[in-house]
């Protein structure tokens, strides 16, 4: 037997030892979507051959066995959506094969371990919705097989956002979202020229948003809101014509809104809480930027400027031609 699916069914109780007993070929284990609790059995190391070990969407608890480093060949770890708890284990480095590791919706506390750089081939990453901690290791953006997704949302982390985020140039989702992630967002994010969906809302960011965010021509949702965001809304933001989502809502941000690209599709930005924001499409009812008029107001002062010299040259051509009359 070299593939043994059991996902989404009904079933109870706990996994008992002796799915060691299964074939050492078995080579695939699914056994998501289930109402299995109890602890993840030790175990399944003896099960040398396994590529995907499918366990997401059942009621295991305690922690995640180190063992599961001994089977280096497993490519696929979905532990999602269960009530595991304690340490994400250093042993998960040893898994050099893996390219989609999932832990979220768990209660795993602690901090991302430094050995998950030694997953080399790792192309999604999702430890969302955990309790984690500590700050975010540079390791994990100098994997730069990250390719799909990175997921640290939802968690306790903190410190800054380090430069080398930049190094993830092949991510296509990057979530770091609701968290307590500090300081500045750095301009390498600009870097990150693949990327689609950028999430950051939820921390406390400070400073100004970088203009590098202009680099990313081919994102198409970007959110910012709830940090401690100020200075001006880049305006190049309005050059990015894949953007389909913009959201900066509850920030610090000030001046002018940019009025073309995305910013003329109110749906589409949102930029609520931002009290010192003003101009804008007319649609935003922001108030007008000191020292701006309308264009309307504009037009209206050029047509009186226009109409005054007219007046003003008919009135002094008249004076001259009545002075002529006189003389002759």
Excluded: W
Excluded at 73 to 78: D, E, G, I, W
Excluded at 198 to 214: D, I, R
Excluded at 236 to 262: A, C
């Amino acid at each position: 037997m070299e593939i043994l699916d059991l996902s989404t069914n009904n079933f109870r109780g706990v996994l008992p030892n002796s799915v060691a007993n299964f074939s050492t070929n078995l080579s695939q284990l699914y056994l998501g979507s289930n109402q299995i609790s109890g602890h993840i059995p030790s175990a399944l190391e003896n099960l040398a051959s396994l590529i995907i070990l499918s366990l997401e969407r059942n009621l295991f608890t305690g922690v995640i066995p180190t063992s599961l480093g001994k089977l280096t060949k497993l490519q696929v770890l979905y532990l999602d959506m269960n009530m595991l708890s304690g340490k994400i284990p250093s042993s998960i480095g040893n898994l050099g094969q893996l390219f989609k590791l999932g832990l979220s919706s768990n209660k795993l506390e602690g901090s991302i371990p430094t050995t998950i750089a030694d997953c080399r081939n790792l192309q999604i990453l999702d430890v969302s919705n955990n309790r984690l901690t500590g700050e975010i290791p540079r390791e994990v953006f100098l994997l730069s097989s990250l390719s799909t997704l990175l997921n640290l949302s939802r968690n306790l982390l903190m410190g800054d956002l380090t430069v080398e985020v930049g190094r993830l140039k092949n991510i296509g989702t990057l979530d770091l979202s609701e968290n307590n992630l500090t300081g500045k967002i750095p301009n390498t994010i600009g870097d990150c020229q693949v990327l689609e969906s950028l999430h950051l809302q939820g921390n406390f960011f400070q400073e100004a948003l970088p203009s590098t965010l202009a680099s990313l021509k081919g994102v198409r949702y970007m959110d910012f809101s709830r940090n401690n965001l100020s200075g001006e809304i880049p305006k190049d933001l309005q050059k990015l014509h894949s953007l389909q989502y913009l959201n900066l809502s509850f920030n610090n941000l000030e001046g002018e809104v940019p009025g073309e690209g995305i910013f003329q599709n109110i749906s589409a930005v949102s930029i609520v809480g931002n009290t010192k924001l003003c101009g804008g499409v007319t649609k935003l009812h922001l108030q007008a930027c000191p020292g701006m008029k309308s264009k309307e107001g504009k037009t209206n002062v050029l047509k009186l400027t226009i109409i005054i010299v007219l007046v003003v040259r008919e009135t002094t051509l008249n004076e001259s031609n009545g002075h002529e009359d006189i003389l002759f």
